[in-house]
């Protein structure tokens, strides 16, 4: 068997340690399958003496993760630290410059500084890896670099936030409201004690913008990334959307439009979407990921699986180490990072949808007919309206409605129209109908 | 850019058109994501004249298929001839030999002969690859060998066959009779004339038998696969699997077993069985495939998409191109073949399932007390049972009932006692419970 592929580790939470299980469990296979051994050689994490279910006294510990990127010895760096910059990027930058193969399940990273470390790591001849990244467990970086290779990607969309997806679909359970059970999920440990990364759409965005640069041949923009997060959906909205045939379900969507001008741009959208009951995404519940690719050639292609945890993410970090002990290089966003297009973010006025509205209003006559009159003014159609008889907590009661397919523009000059009137009593939320 | 990837493409028919015609709409992308271009040098096929509504006037015509794999100028096979000996086979063994790599759809080549394929491929240093060969344009055998590479994969299962999936989910949704939707499933092209392998689940086998020697690194077996196909199934049976929450897929399923001898034995049995409603399978319709791996660390990952026609096909086809010309050459069946273990068949009568069973028999008195009297003696228990009163064509009723979990030979040996019974009309139909 050939020379050992050698690991050093750096950070030792859950992951890490799932990592290290993982690497232990599955020795003999990961050879074989690997031709050769994978051995982890050094680890770094903050706290050397904390206890993590793992032993560590075999590997070399290294209180400066730098200099053990650095290290002679020393294949491949796994980054498990996480943090879009600080001592992440420092270790990715420095293990890179020594040469060194990385593999790192660090979106935000990857999100923010993805490009420089593709370019650095093209330069050196090694691997830049993070399937983990997107979808913990589920190989879909793999998938749409590797599988869908051959198709011009149409769209790409998904559930990219297991949080949000298992607050979401125990509401759409138990007919219970957001806070209620985002409360329950940080005592289950499914949300993290400051969840905003996740219920603001923050987490789904980083992995959307890694998946369209993959899918598009485009440079990351997560700046770009048009961000509505689950915290406004109400019990009262899963309900009107279950009598219309549709769940809810934060939805991360990217597509490509090519304007009059020619000039290709980017739409990136994560938001709460109606998506029918008869889709394949409507079924994932709980803390499930999925991301759906549309090739020009394969059709819908759907991934689905767990979309954290330390076993399903630790599986894909292993993934990757295979990929790189069987010689697998490759580029980090399929094609060279310097072809990467940089592209501008489309106007989404520009879309067609179907798009559900809800207003909560104060409980007096003409409410309804101020905001008839602002959406025939914009020009939108409306297909169905739902007035919600009795009133919510303050008094105030819910008005939704679902358009006719029509340009978004439409909708969001109707907003304008609205905006300011002292019949609302919060800002409108839009949600758009996936079929 | 580096050297082009030299292709010869032996059999026309549609998958053989789609990939010429995806090579030719994708060109440019396929050769960015590749790395360099992919090209067409040479085609063969039975008839050269035929309108195949793609234009092959640029490529060397070769009537002698064997004489293509081994010219010079050509890196990679493609072999779309079909069938499991005969001229596809001469063509594969004879490209591998002369040091070609192979690229193939062809999943009864593989299930009957890709051991010896894969011997041969190693031996030369050469690829030998067939992702068309499983679930069409999902990616599925790449998501076993690279994707989930670090999993002990503990099951694989999934619906493979797209005519058998379009028939019961046809049938699901109209209530209309098997033989009813196979003939219309015939005139819009769904099913061929002759639908014998599909529908008799001998191509779900074929399948089957490739995804387990990737998951569980043993020989390919597909003679071992216990295989049923959809036939039997009834209109009746999918209205008492719905009263029961379920439905009705025809579903290919392996694992190992490791006996008390500690020997380790290959179970697969395709086999249409009742797939609960929550289930992600259950959502499959159409001619979709999905594929189900659950790995030790992973969890559960779910593959789906489109199980044929040219364009996905032609996908995965081009997909291996791309890996080839991205220099992954790697191991067909993920360990090198010689370290594939030979695995003898699991005896099924040790596993424990809910299962579903439906006799056709006589209008009389006291069929049912024999029938219940053979489970009583038999030790299996009755969870749910359900007469149909009105009796079906010529006179006979159906009697279907949910056994408890319990060990299959139990169930086995309960129909044993009922052989011969001159009550049932026709040999039961037993159908195993998925949740």
Redesign the interface.
Known sequence: MAEELRVALAGLGTVGS?VIR?IE??RE??A????RPIRILAVSARDRIKDRGVDISGFAWEDDMTAMAAREDVDVVVELVGGSDGPALALARGALKAGKNVVTANKAMIAHHGLELAEAAERAGVALKF?AAVAG???VI??LR???????IERIYGILNGTCNYILSTMEDTGRDFADILREAQELGFAETDPTFDIEGVDAAHKLSILAAIAF?TKVDFDAVDTTGISRVRAADIEQAAVLGYVIRLIGMADTVHGPDGICRLFQRVQPCLVHR?H?L????GPTN?VVAE????????????GA?D??T??????D???IA???I??PF??PAA?LEACAPADPGGRTSRAYLRFTVTDRPGVLAEIAAAMRDAGVSIESLIQKGRPEEGGEVLVAMVTHEGPESAVRAALGLLEGSDSLTASPLVMHLIS
Chains 1, 2 share one sequence.
């Open positions: 799932g993982l469990t599955n296979l990961i074989a399958r690997a031709g399937e467990g589920v190989p793999k998938g590797e599988g869908a290779a051959a198709n011009r041949g008869d394949p409507a079924s994932v519940d999925a090739g020009n050639f394969s059709g819908r292609l759907l991934f689905q699986g767990a945890g076993g399903p630790a599986s894909s970090v292993v993934a180490l295979i990929d069987r010689g697998d490759g580029k399929s094609i072809s």
